[in-house]
């Protein structure tokens, strides 16, 4: 009997302790307060002094004033309340100062699953593939860390103890993932039961619902994805990859919006919100479908971009009046769309007073120059929206305008005639706002379309990635014969931004991308293709994986079932849990005989030899023993087992001796003691009772 088992944690327990901790805290700190790290360090290595006897334990106040400290910390943090961030930050804290108490095994525990909760939450913030690999070699540390403060039964040295452990650990977390996959494919797709909204002061990112020059070219320095595209036909060109966001209707001088603070919108919100009532009766569709699919990065926001005219959405999602479209809630988490679009479309040949008047406000007295400058051309065009449309193309091609993300600033007031008669310097913003405001000068409904531009082909996957750099601004004139008709009056100061893409065209502004891991893909084809081939893992991830939602997995358990019912895949699920369950039992060895050592399973052949020839060995007695008492009555076989007993005693106690020469004899001596006969023929000797027990 050994002596009873510790539950108090070793030194080497709060050593896995501290790396698990460590493993499990570090990816929150590029969205929470990094110092979180150090005071978990602290307090571990507090508590590992403590063990060795160079510090004491921390008193009650000691703990008290720590933790005060740390909740001051996180106040000057600046995090708002309520919301996520300030949630898990206190349970990260509360997760670094539990090292400071940890003394008995059920405190590492508690540690420890709590390390467990705080993988599972990681994924709020991301959840990439890199994440997920993160999370498993997470869940493999906890795991080791579980089995090393574990009372030890066995002593090895430190390399192999923390080998062993990992082992142990790594196969535990292997046999856990078809449970989990199963659960995955197969468990209900359920709403989640509550939600934390996003607060105004939490990150949001992308388009945002107002533009203000420069706002799009602050967006064009980003390089964070926005969405990626499949089509199920021939890929449009880039020129017509116009990807709709908003619609921005209100002015007030210096910034575009969709409708001012204080507009009376519930009429509106009547038209727009949900599927427009008009919507099926004011266009004319024309021309072929662009059929595509979209899966869209969580920006926090509810927009979703779309090629103009969508017309047919699948998804959780609202058409508005301006035909863009919008998830029912912002997104938190990929949503995923398939659309068709018809370019050729007539849109909108009737426009209702409401949106009429959306399409013509100007601030009043704002902009003279430009007033007089439209007028101008109003009476040179002969009062001919096309011609006047020209005429302003004609005016930004042919005069010394610039396309830039560095433009100067323009003040408060009248931004449009700063830009139009003493910069000349701008970007897609600038251009779009001052092109509507010439249009509505002269009275002719425009509106601003922000969204994104184009996007990045990869060839590796076959689809389209569009990112934060190809943010865009643009503009919808109104015509009652036409309706609302695109165009774009970046292309007649920087027509290549359009034709070959943001890429192509950012490259040439001094500096950008000089330092950028974009410049150094472009000269290195191979390194392109890698960051490909990985974009196109990670699309594969992120459509297959965390877009698997509940349609999906309808249309996956159709496919591998037909038309199922409720009852079918119960026992779908119950056929695949019990399945998995025998498996197991055959890895485990629950139905495998035990295996028999060298030494069980030459004493179990010669147990079997002696019953054959009427003698039974008890459990308890040594071949020693048993063979003296053979030999009274039986001389040879007495014999051949004394022999046998030397021989064993060596196999089983004697490390000098050759092991393989020894088991030898020993097979030589069981054929021996098979062949021997017995003298007293027809006489069953009774089983002999051991005289003693052999200490040896």
Known sequence: ??????????????????????????????????????????????????????????????????????????????????????????????????????????????????????????????????????????????TGALIGIQPAVTVLNPFETVRSHLKLATLMVLQAIPLMLIIFFLAPRLPPLWSLPMMPGQTKTGISERMTP??????????????????????????????????????????????????????FKNQVKGEYALFNKNFELRGDPIEYEALYVPSGQPWLFTLTPTLNVEGDVIRAADYRVMANTITQSPALIKASSYPQTIRDTKLTHTMRHLASQLPQGSDPRTHELAQRWWRESGQNVERYIKLILHHFRTQEFYYTLSPPLLGDQNTIDAFLFDSRKGFCSH?????????????????????????????????????????????????????????????????????????????????????????????????????????????????????????????????????????????????????LGVLWGIWLGLWRKPRLTLEQSLMHELDQILAKKG????????????????????????KLLQQFAQHFESLCYNPMANKADTTQQLKRLLKQLKKAPITQLGRKIAPLKPSRISEG
């Open 1 to 142: 009997m050994g002596c009873p088992m510790n539950k108090t944690i070793t030194y080497s327990g709060m050593l896995w302790l501290l790396a698990a901790q460590f493993v499990v805290m570090l990816p929150f700190t590029l969205y929470l307060p990094w110092w979180l790290i150090p005071i978990m360090v602290a307090s571990v290595i507090w508590r590992l002094r403590v063990l060795k006897g160079y510090s004491a334990q921390p008193n009650a106040l000691v703990k008290t004033l720590l933790v005060a400290m740390g909740v001051g910390g996180l106040v000057l943090s600046g995090l708002p309340f309520p919301s996520l961030d300030l949630m898990l930050a206190v349970l990260l804290l509360g997760f670094a100062f539990k090292s400071l108490e940890v003394v008995q095994l059920r405190d590492g525990v508690i540690v420890i699953f709590l390390g467990y909760l705080l993988v599972a939450l990681h994924f709020l913030y991301t959840q990439e593939i890199l994440a997920g690999a993160y999370g498993l070699l997470g869940m493999t540390i906890l």
């Open 214 to 267: 420069g706002d799009i070219a602050d967006l064009t320095r980003s390089t964070e994805l926005a969405f990626r595209a499949t089509f199920k036909n021939t890929r449009p060109p880039q020129a017509q990859l116009y990807w709709r966001g908003l619609t921005l209707n209100y002015f007030d001088g210096k910034t575009w919006q969709q409708l001012p603070e204080d507009y009376d919108f519930i009429n």
């Open 431 to 579: 251009y779009a706002g001052s092109f509507v405001f010439l249009m509505r000068a002269v009275g002719i409904p425009a509106r601003v379309v922000v969204g994104y531009q184009g996007g990045k082909w990869n060839e590796q996957g076959n689809y389209l990635a569009v990112y934060q750099y190809d943010a865009h601004a643009w503009v919808e004139v109104w015509q009652p014969e036409t309706g609302w008709v695109e165009y774009d009056p970046t292309t007649a100061v920087a027509p290549s931004r359009v034709t070959e893409g943001s890429d192509a065209f950012l490259a040439q502004e001094e500096g950008l991308l000089r330092q950028s891991f974009r410049a150094v893909q472009n000269n290195l084809p191979w390194l392109s293709s890698l960051s490909q081939q990985l974009d196109a893992l990670q699309y594969q991830w992120q459509r297959w994986v965390v877009g698997y939602d509940h349609d999906t997995q309808a249309n996956v358990l159709r496919k591998w079932l037909g038309d199922f019912s409720i009852t079918t895949l119960t026992l779908v699920i119950l056929s695949v849990f019990v399945a």
């Open 615 to 638: 003698f039974k060995r008890e459990p308890a007695q040594t071949v020693g023993d048993f063979a003296q008492q053979v030999s009274s009555k039986q001389a040879d076989l007495g």
